[in-house]
């Protein structure tokens, strides 16, 4: 492993830290607040970021990133006894997506992934695309904070 896949590796982990605990103030019953109709719940945010560890584990299998939109209702509407398991599965991720990143091999770095992003289709280094699933993390965190801004959390 080379020092650049333990600094994302480290990284990860410390873009991971701070949404669970986000998604973890969220009080009860406000699972699925959206502060506009169409925008994107608590619930709906969280199972769009598990969606999108799921695409990224898999990746080098499918050298592809579908289409992976966050979108209202994604969740459905949920009750604190679905959305706490969730949370769980969410904050177990972080493990999973360190060990995933520093177990890639230089090659495995260059394979080529396909994404379909801003209605094309890209091609780019896996690398590229992992530092475009931290960024997309990163740029959800914003959202959460909004949220439990609202909340005055």
Not at 29 to 37: C, K, T, W
């Amino acid at each position: 492993m080379t020092a650049k896949l333990e600094h994302l590796a480290l990284f990860s982990g410390k873009i991971r830290d701070s949404s669970p605990k986000r998604f973890e103030q969220v009080p009860d019953g406000q699972e699925n607040i959206r502060l506009l109709p169409d925008a994107m719940s608590m619930a709906d945010l969280l199972v769009h970021l598990i969606q999108s560890d799921k695409v990224l584990f898999s990746i080098l299998k499918t050298k592809h990133i579908p289409e992976n939109r966050g979108q209202p209702q994604l969740a459905k509407t949920i009750e604190r006894a679905e959305y706490d398991p969730l949370h769980h599965e969410f904050r177990q991720r972080k493990g999973m997506g360190h060990q995933f990143i520093v177990g890639l091999s230089e090659e495995q770095l260059q394979t080529n992934i396909t994404s379909k992003r801003m209605g094309g289709l890209t091609t780019m280094p896996l690398l590229e695309a992992l530092y475009g699933f931290l960024d997309h993390e990163i740029h959800h965190r914003s959202k959460l904070a909004l949220y439990l801004n609202h909340l005055s959390i």
